[in-house]
C-alpha cells in the first residue's frame, strides 16, 4: 500500500492482493520506520468496518487509521471502480472551510505506462489505457 499526503488530502493506494484481502475483511497495514527505537515509526492501516457509513480517518500514537463501509469496499473490488473518496470534517467551529476539510482517497494501484516497469508493479491491477497510448 502506498500513502501520500498532501496538505489535507491522504491518498492510499492499493495492490491488487491487498484489495482483496480488504474486501475479505482483511485490515492492511504498512509502517515505516524512522529510527530504531519502536515509538519512531509511523503506521497506516485501512480497514472495513460494518458500522462505518462513509470514509473516515483518525490519528493516535503515530497511526493513521482509514476506515470504510464494508459494503463499498466488496463493491469496489469486485467491479472496475478505480477509487472511493470522501471528504471528513476536521474543524467543528468551521465546517464550511476548505481548509478544514480533510480529503480521503483510496485507488486501485495501476501497473505504469512506461517501458521501466520494475518492482513498483509487482501485483498491480492492469492500466486501463494500457495499449492505447503507445505508438
Known sequence: MKLRIRGNSLRLRLTR??????????TVEEAIIFGIESNQRLIYALETSPDARHIEADYCGARITVRLPADAAREWANTDM???NGKQSINANKPNSQSDVLKLLIEKDFSCLTESRGA???DTFPHPMDGILRC
Open 17 to 26: 492482493s491487498e484489495v482483496a484481502r480488504l474486501a475479505g475483511g482483511e
Open 120 to 122: 513498483d508493479d509487482e
Open 82 to 84: 478505480i477509487s472511493l
